[in-house]
């Protein structure tokens, strides 16, 4: 172990710095994502039906390019760790230019097949929806380099730390992307282009403005000036974090969207509910998506240093900051759900569904989701990406699709059903991570097993 790295790497200031920011930005999301569907309600249902379609292929898009920021983000941490910033910032230029091939061919590949895309996704879909849905889907792709910046430079910044940072260009992003909706909708009539035009936009600029902020030389990690030079050695690391997790989350969104199909032959009441309850469950968990993001920050500055004693400590720490807030939140969820449901407008019989999904997720989430979700990012930090992805996609087809259809249609608890299939999902993930910790094999893949041997 490196002698100089007794020291905390992490003060609980320095925590709270990079955790407080990172909750606000969380909660801004969800929050702008509720105004942008009461906005685009106004359009009309062929609209919302267009845009929420898309969405699917949107975050789908968006999980592929923030596992290769994540990469980045985890690679540039090692470096932090093991102090050896020249190097730090030579990934980071090399997650730039590597972002950028990325959305730029997502986002050509995305306009090229988007009228097939639409159709394997999603069938026949009737000709003012799929209208809809192309205008808002070809408008998106060109936002894919946009966003695939963004989210490496994010992640750059979380990297050193700063997440004050990305949460001030996020408040920015998202008053123009409302501030443009409104404008776009309301005052030129522009249907559903109004809605993804202001997301292409402020997508642009929140880029631009954080490319700008990483040309500070003063920083730990900055775009160095020069010529580009491909370090095929450093964009391999990256490959190697951002590949499994990239494939790990754009498996877990097919799985929703094959979870949602599975729901949509249940009727309008167990959709209705449905949709409701997954709007309410994002709000038990805004602590725990943070968390998630820093332990990649804090896990990887440790592995970094080559401190065990440290990703030990620093793991329970994060998973406990993460367990009482969540709790606290469900709690003050179930207290007061009544009146949120009644704000939907719902019949008597969604209500008491939605009620019984909500109990289901939020109550299990208290004790599963953090062991589910935030502590693999324990390993993948460590390097241990392809373990992660292998246990998340067999889970996810094992149990949240194999026993949503057994479960849901086979037995016939519809809605119910699915959601005892996602809890079961949880519980499998459970006992591979904490398992896999138990074993050890993060060790050798985090380099701790060879420093100890030096």
């Not at 309410?280 to 990887?300: P, R």
């Amino acid at each position: 172990m490196n002698q100089e790295t007794t020291k905390q790497l992490f003060s609980g200031r320095d925590l709270r710095k990079l955790i407080i920011p990172l909750i606000f930005e969380q909660a801004l999301a969800i929050t702008v994502g509720m105004a942008d569907t009461m906005m685009i309600s106004s359009v009309g249902e062929a609209a919302v039906s267009g845009v929420s379609l898309v969405d699917m292929i949107n975050i789908l898009m968006f999980n592929i390019m923030a596992a290769l920021a994540t990469g980045g983000a985890v690679v540039t941490s090692q470096f932090l760790g093991a102090r050896r910033r020249d190097e730090a910032r030579k990934s980071a230029v090399q997650l730039l230019y590597t972002v950028i091939f990325a959305g730029v061919t997502l986002g050509a590949l995305t306009v090229l097949v988007r009228r097939p895309m639409l159709r394997l996704f999603f069938g026949r879909i009737e000709a003012d929806v799929m209208e809809s849905a192309l205008i808002y889907l070809t408008i998106s792709a060109f936002s894919f380099p946009f966003l695939a910046v963004y989210n490496a430079c994010a992640a750059l910044f979380r990297s050193m730390g700063n997440s004050q940072i990305t949460l001030k260009v996020s408040i920015l992003i998202n008053l123009i992307n409302v501030a443009g909706n409104a404008v776009c909708i309301f005052g030129l009539h522009m249907g559903t282009a109004g809605v993804a035009i202001p997301s292409l936009i402020s997508r642009a600029v929140g880029s631009i403005v954080l490319y700008v902020l990483l040309r500070n030389p003063e920083l730990e990690i900055c775009f160095l000036k020069g010529p580009f030079r491909p370090d095929l050695k450093t964009v391999k690391k990256i490959l190697y974090i951002g590949i499994p997790s990239g494939v790990e989350n754009g498996i877990f969104q097919l799985g929703r969207v094959l979870v949602v199909s599975i729901i949509s032959g249940f009727g309008t009441v167990q959709i209705a509910a449905n949709g409701v309850a997954n709007n309410l469950d994002s709000v038990g968990i805004i602590i725990g998506n943070a968390v998630n993001l820093a332990m990649i920050t804090v896990i990887g500055q440790c592995v970094g240093a080559g401190d065990e004693k440290q990703i030990r400590f620093y793991t329970r720490r994060l998973l406990l900051i993460t367990y009482i807030p969540t709790v606290i939140l469900n709690v003050v969820v179930f207290l007061n759900l009544n009146w949120i449901l009644a704000l939907y407008g719902l019949s008597e019989e969604t209500t008491r569904l939605a009620r019984t999904l909500i109990f289901i997720h939020n109550g299990c989430a208290c004790a599963l989701w953090p062991l589910s979700f935030t502590f693999p990012n324990m390993l993948r930090a460590c390097n241990d990406v392809r373990y992660t992805m292998v246990v998340s996609i067999v889970s996810m087809f094992l149990f949240r699709i194999g026993f949503s259809y057994l479960i849901g249609v086979r037995l016939g608890y519809g809605a119910i059903g699915v959601w005892i299939a996602m809890v079961l999902d949880w519980i499998c993930r459970v006992i591979c991570f904490l398992l896999r910790y138990a074993g050890g094999k993060w060790r050798r893949l985090a380099g701790l097993d060879l420093q100890l041997t030096e």
